[in-house]
């Protein structure tokens, strides 16, 4: 045992080992086989043959399994009360999904206690991460208050250092005939209550909710402040939400539904600069979860991946328009109904999830990086899709600790 990592785990006899890292014929998904991941001190120490597997304090057989990196799923709205179980119930009998019960959660929100709130959200983190997820982001946006803003974001950070505020959800039915003063609000006080909270910064940029100049104005003084940016873009319409995000240099653009081909080429015209290092790469987040929910035409990622946009999947739970925490359901509907091969869809759980993030350390298995893993019950990443509703989540270890199995 190494006195400054404690003890060491090897995970062995890894039937495939999806790295997401160039390597040999392992092709987008760097996948090695017969391999084995040494976790020290919570990173990954080495990755090779399993033959060659260096001796370690303990050990887990992967018995011929698929192991990949952990789900990140870069778009979550956990921090809320009660559900909407009779709205959905509503919309599979014909009725439009509008948004408008947005502000039914936010009168729920504000009535909950903190210890309410903190348990709903422990529950889904749980529930994600018994389904592999080993990274998520939480908004708030259920709170439209000062106050009740700062503690979505405060409980947020309780379970995650991925935490946007989303004070621009809809405007509160109190500030209904004076947006202009509620844009006022979020871009002041609301903005410096949850800045000691928040690492992005989020608009619903859509009719209904901020049109583009109240999205640009909030998001400018947002990032000003130090926040990073993504955007709820073009969900429910077409609009202007993907090229402000473009223009803007936000990490992601969310939903992506109804995209006319500028967007589509202002998106994959971002590009990561390797001379300056800058990341102006903006992540087109897909969350099929929603289109599930409200009976929705999908985003038609294929034309994305086509025009060279760099594509996430996230699950967007929320009670309102996409109540799942499972990222293995977003890689199967991916698969099924956006074109995307299994493949794709697994990078874009993984890896696009952790660009649209703009963090590198998670969504790859390489040296030095999070020990973050997922053991299937099946020798395939393929079977994700393959064998849609099933549990196939054998292990998941965060940080090199195994989780809640
Ligand atoms: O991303 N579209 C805006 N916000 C959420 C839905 C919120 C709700 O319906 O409660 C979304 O789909
Ligand atoms: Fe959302």
Redesign the pocket.
Known sequence: MNAQTGPSLLVDNIGELVTNEPYGEGGPLGIRRRAAVLIEGGRIAWIGPAKYAPAADGRIDADGAAVLPGFVDS?S?LV?AGD?AAEFGARMAGQP?T?G??R??VGATRAASDDTLRANVSRLRMEALRQGTTTIEIKS??GLSVTDEARSLRIAGEFTTETTF?GA??VPAEYADRPDDYVGLVCGPMLRAALPYARWIDV?C?RG?FDADHARAILTVGQDAGLGVRL?AN??GPGPGVRLAVELGAASA??CTHLTGADIDALASTKVDWVSGAEPVTVATL?PG?EFS?RSPYPDARRLLDAGATVALAT?C?????YTSSMPFCVALAVREMGMTPAEAVWAATAGGARALRRDDIGVLRRGARADLTLLDAPSHLHLAYRPGVPLIRQVLHNGVPQCQ
């Open positions: 778009h709205h809320f909407r999904y948004g019960g947005i039914t959660t946006g259920y989303l959800h809809v619903f859509e909710a709820h969900q429910l969310d939903h969350l929603a409200t967007d929320n009670p309102g328009s996409s």
